[in-house]
């Protein structure tokens, strides 16, 4: 039963074409529920560190299966690995170990000439979310000359992206003091000053005034938890971002609208925008494939037109 699982041609065939793509750091994406032997697991590549993502009791051996096939195409592709980990999580708690080799002092997600500082061995969350990527790109495409507000900023990967695009100014709020010093950081670590963005430790639906003071802005980038105990709630909470968007969005302005609740779907996300034209949909990158589409990341690109 190992030999088989050990080459079983399509575990190995779709890290080998995730880990051939330009762009990306996901090499297996069991979670997305189309491979059904996997679908407790993921891999990321986080040069030179592996990372093993195990969301259920995955036995070890099936989890060293799966690092031993990643490791032989990481090697077949010449690339650097010094380090393989694990990371034991469910929704509340989380566990780290290391499988072989020495974690790195520093570790940094790369993307389009970018890169962003990593937490690893320490948290669930590792202060990068590689599914996010296109949407990335699009405020990038998107921020030339703004003004950019980035809600739920975290490690405000949207903020490097948007100044990376020529943005005028960004202003990150989120209520993690901690999160916000990782995304100063990610802007000295790609050569952007500080001082072009804004860093405010606020809870956001208690600052909507602030933001009306201090705006308007010329494109919104909305990024929340599906749940934060006592601070936020995606099925309640979101429309009162929406609802008070007028107050600091731009004549014509742009806004990116995201949520990664998998009971809520696009129908959700459309219907508290609906006085909003739907630019498009972003599609996911194309190594996170999922079974069910609309239990997935969600990225609408929508515009406020006057008039």
């Not at 994406?29 to 592996?50: I, M, S, T």
């Not at 090697?75 to 072989?100: F, G, I, N, Y």
């Not at 921020?143 to 950019?148: F, N, S």
């Not at 993690?176 to 405010?200: C, E, M, Q, T, Y």
Request: glycine share 6%; aromatic share 8%.
């Amino acid at each position: 039963m190992v030999i088989a699982m050990v080459e079983d041609p399509i575990l190995e065939h779709e890290i080998e074409t995730n880990l051939a793509r330009e762009q990306g750091t996901r090499l297996f994406h069991g979670r997305g529920g189309c491979f059904e032997q996997w679908k407790e697991v993921n891999l990321d590549y986080y040069a030179p560190v592996l990372v093993v993502q195990a969301f259920a009791e995955v036995e070890e051996e099936r989890l060293t299966i799966l690092s031993a096939a990643a490791t032989r195409r990481l090697e077949a592709h010449k690339r650097q690995l010094d380090c393989v980990l694990l990371q034991r999580r469910s929704r509340s708690h989380t566990d780290w170990r290391v499988l072989s080799g020495q974690p790195p002092r520093a570790c940094f997600a790369r993307e389009n000439g970018l890169c962003y500082e990593l937490e690893l061995m320490t948290k669930q969350n590792i202060g990068f979310f590689p599914d996010m990527r296109l949407g990335r790109d699009l405020v990038r495409r998107l921020a030339k000359g703004k003004r950019v507000l980035n809600l739920f900023a975290y490690t405000c990967s949207f903020s490097v992206a948007a100044l990376a695009g020529g943005a005028r100014q960004v202003c990150n709020m989120d209520i993690s003091k901690a999160a916000l010093r990782v995304g100063r950081r990610n802007h000295i670590h790609n050569g952007f000053d500080p001082r072009d963005a804004s860093f405010l430790s606020f809870d956001i639906l208690r600052s909507f005034g602030r933001l009306a003071k201090n705006g308007p802005y010329d494109l919104v980038v909305i990024d929340p938890p599906t749940h934060q105990k006592g601070r936020f709630e995606a099925r309640t909470d979101y429309a009162r971002i929406v609802r008070r968007l007028p107050d600091f969005l731009a004549p014509d302005g742009h806004i990116i609208a995201c949520l990664n609740a998998p009971g809520l779907g696009r129908d959700f996300l459309a219907d508290l925008f609906g006085e909003y034209q739907l630019d498009s949909w972003l599609s996911r990158p194309p190594e996170f494939r999922e079974k069910d589409e609309d239990s997935s990341l969600k990225i609408a690109h929508l515009r406020k037109v006057e008039g």
